[in-house]
C-alpha cells in the first residue's frame, strides 16, 4: 500500500480476528495504524442492573456468562464476596476442590487462547488442536458439575457437590495425557516454529511501568520479569497449600506473554496434582439455612482474583436484603480493551494487529457488562 | 512493608478521614470528604499504591447520594485500598482522577455512562457503553428495568400462549 494512503477500517464487532463482539475503529497511514479507538457496548447485557433484581443464590446462574472464556472465575470472586461480608467460613475441602476447579479452568482458557494467538498468525493446526484440547477439559467439567461451558458449580458457602474419587483419577490421567503428549505437540508446532518466533519476538511490547500504570495485571506484567499474581500475594482457596512458581518473561512482549500462558499450564498441572494428592475428607458446602432466602449483613468487600488475564474482581454491596445492593465487575482486560487499544496501538502495522489484540487477552464482556 | 495499621497510622497523620476500617486480612477500607480524597488518592500513589483496580459508583437514593470506591493496591505492602467518597446526587458533579492515572478516564466515563455522574476535568465523557440514550442513566436506583422494556419492546405470543409479565 502506498504509504501516503490514507485509510479508514472499521475492524469488527463481527470479525473472526476481534476477541469477542467488539470493534476497534481504525485510521491507517499506508499499513501503519495512525490512531484506534475501541468501540465497545455491542455485548452489553446490563448484567450488574440484572443482578440487583435477583436474590443472592440466582445470580450464581448468572455470573459466569459474564466472560465465556473463563465462566469460573465468576462464580469464584462473586461467592468470595458473599462470604466477606458474610464471614462465612468455607469448609477445607471446598476450598480445595474450588482450587482445582480454577486450575483446570486455567488451563481450558489457556489452551483455547494459545490456538487463539496462532490462529491470529496463521497457525490454524494449532488452533484446532487448542479447541481440541479443550474439549478434553470440558469432558471433565461435564462429569464433575453436569455442563461443559458454564458450570454453576462453585456457590456461596462452597461447592455445589462432592467430586468422586475416580473422577480424581481421570483427572490425573488427563493431565499426564496433557503434559506427555499434547504439550510436546504443541511445543514442537508452535514454540518451535520460526515463523511464529518471528511473528511474536518484540512485537505489542508493554513496559513494566506503562503495565502498573494503567493496571493491567497477569501475563502482561508478568512478562516484564515481575512475579506478580494474587494466588502468592492474596492467597485464597487452597493456594496457601500448594508449591509452584510463577512464570515470568523478560522482554513484555507478545512471544513472553504467549510462553507465560504455556508455563502456567504446567504449573496449573502441578499444582492440582499436588490438591489431589492431599485433598482432605468433609463436607463441601457450608449449611446456610434455605437458600431462597440467603441473607447476609450490611457491608461491602472488594475481593478479586488471578484469573489466566490477570486481576478480576468484584465490588460487592450487601443493604441486608435478600438481594445484592450493587456488584461492580472489574475485568481483567479493562484497562488494555478500552485504554490500552487507544494508547499502544498507534504505530503498529495491519499485519501486527491481530497479535496485539489476542496476545493481550481481551474479552470484551468484562467490560460491556 | 508496612502493615495495615502502619497504613491507618500513616493516613491519619496526613489527612482527616472520616473513617478508617480494617476490613479483613490486607483490605483495608477509608472514607474521606470529596475535598480530600483526589489528595489522598495522589498522596497513597506516591507511596507505592501505584495499581489502580477500577472505580465503583453507588446509588445510595434513600440519602440522595452517589458513593465512588477508588480501589488500590500496592506491589510492596500487598494490601488493598478502597478509599471511599460521597457526593450529592444532584448535581453529581466531581474531579477526575485522570491526572494521576490516565487509565481513569474510561473508568470516570463509564459511570458517567450508567450514573450520570460528571467528572471536572475529564472533558471527554461522550457515551462508551451505551449508544443514543435518552433514559435517566440505567443504574441508578430510579431507573424501572421492567417498565423500560415494557414500554420500549413488545411481547410475543409463543404457540398461542398469552405472555403476562
Avoid at chain 1, 499434547?182 to 511474536?200: I, M, Y
Avoid at chain 1, 445492593?325 to 501486527?352: C, N
Avoid at chain 2, 433514559?135 to 420500549?152: G, L, Q, S
Wanted: with cysteine; proline share 5%; hydrophobic share 35%.
Amino acid at each position: 500500500m502506498d504509504k501516503n494512503t490514507q485509510t479508514e477500517i472499521f475492524f469488527g464487532p463481527n470479525h473472526p480476528g476481534v476477541p469477542g463482539n467488539y470493534g476497534i475503529n481504525y485510521q491507517f497511514e499506508g499499513d501503519t495504524v495512525t490512531s484506534a479507538r475501541a468501540n465497545a457496548g455491542h455485548l452489553h447485557r446490563g448484567f450488574e442492573k440484572l443482578m440487583e433484581e435477583r436474590i443472592w443464590i440466582k445470580n450464581t446462574a448468572l455470573v459466569p456468562r459474564i466472560c465465556v472464556e473463563e465462566p469460573d472465575i465468576n462464580e469464584m470472586v462473586y461467592a468470595m464476596g458473599f462470604e466477606a461480608i458474610g464471614e462465612i467460613e468455607v469448609p477445607r475441602r471446598a476450598d480445595y476442590i474450588r482450587s482445582i476447579i480454577l486450575e483446570l479452568a486455567r488451563i481450558q482458557g489457556h489452551i483455547f487462547s494459545i490456538g487463539g494467538n496462532a490462529a491470529g498468525i496463521g497457525q490454524y493446526t494449532v488452533m484446532h488442536w487448542g479447541t481440541l484440547t479443550r474439549d478434553y477439559l470440558l469432558d471433565i467439567f461435564e462429569e464433575i458439575t453436569g455442563a461443559r461451558v458454564y458450570h454453576i458449580y462453585i456457590r456461596p458457602g462452597g461447592v455445589r457437590q462432592d467430586i468422586e474419587a475416580e473422577t480424581f483419577a481421570k483427572i490425573l490421567d488427563l493431565m499426564d495425557e496433557l503434559e506427555n503428549e499434547r504439550f510436546p505437540d504443541l511445543e514442537k508446532a508452535l514454540f518451535e516454529n520460526p515463523n511464529a518466533q518471528k511473528r511474536w519476538q518484540g512485537k505489542a511490547v508493554i513496559t513494566k511501568e506503562e503495565a502498573i500504570e494503567m493496571g493491567a495485571t497477569g501475563p502482561v506484567l508478568r512478562a516484564n520479569g515481575v512475579p506478580h499474581d494474587l494466588r502468592k500475594m492474596m492467597p485464597y482457596a487452597a493456594y496457601d497449600d500448594v508449591e509452584f512458581e510463577v512464570p515470568t518473561g523478560k522482554n513484555g512482549d507478545a512471544w513472553d506473554r504467549i510462553k507465560i500462558a504455556r508455563d502456567d499450564m504446567l504449573q496449573s498441572i502441578k499444582i492440582i496434582r499436588q490438591l489431589i494428592n492431599k485433598i482432605p475428607d468433609g463436607p463441601v458446602q457450608a449449611d446456610l439455612g434455605n437458600g431462597l432466602k440467603y441473607r447476609i449483613p450490611k457491608g461491602d468487600a472488594y475481593v478479586k482474583i488471578e484469573s489466566k488475564r490477570g486481576e478480576y474482581g468484584y465490588y460487592m454491596v450487601s443493604d441486608g436484603s435478600l438481594k445484592p445492593y450493587r456488584v461492580h465487575v472489574r475485568g481483567a482486560s479493562t484497562p488494555l480493551g478500552l485504554y490500552g487499544v487507544r494508547e499502544f496501538l498507534p504505530g503498529t502495522r495491519i499485519a501486527d494487529v491481530p497479535v496485539w489484540a489476542k496476545s493481550l487477552g481481551i474479552c470484551p464482556p468484562e467490560f460491556d457488562r | 512493608m508496612r502493615n495495615e495499621k502502619d497504613l491507618l497510622q500513616l493516613m491519619n497523620a496526613h489527612f482527616n478521614p472520616l473513617k478508617l476500617e480494617i476490613k479483613r486480612e490486607q483490605n483495608v477500607s477509608l472514607e474521606f470528604e470529596k475535598e480530600e480524597l483526589i489528595q489522598a488518592l495522589s498522596f497513597l500513589k506516591s507511596h507505592s499504591y501505584k495499581h489502580l483496580s477500577t472505580i465503583s459508583c453507588v446509588d445510595w437514593l434513600e440519602e440522595g447520594e452517589f458513593e465512588l470506591v477508588y480501589h488500590l493496591f500496592s506491589y510492596t505492602d500487598l494490601i488493598n485500598i478502597s478509599l471511599k467518597t460521597r457526593i450529592e446526587r444532584e448535581p453529581g458533579i466531581f474531579q477526575t482522577a485522570k491526572e494521576i492515572w490516565p487509565v481513569a478516564e474510561f473508568y470516570e466515563r463509564d459511570i458517567h455512562d450508567f450514573f450520570g455522574v460528571k467528572f471536572k476535568g475529564n472533558d471527554n465523557l461522550e457515551e462508551l457503553i451505551l449508544e443514543n440514550w435518552q433514559e435517566i442513566p440505567p443504574m441508578r436506583k430510579d431507573f424501572d428495568t421492567r417498565k423500560f422494556v415494557n414500554d420500549k419492546f413488545e411481547w410475543r405470543d409463543y404457540n398461542g400462549q398469552k405472555h403476562t409479565d
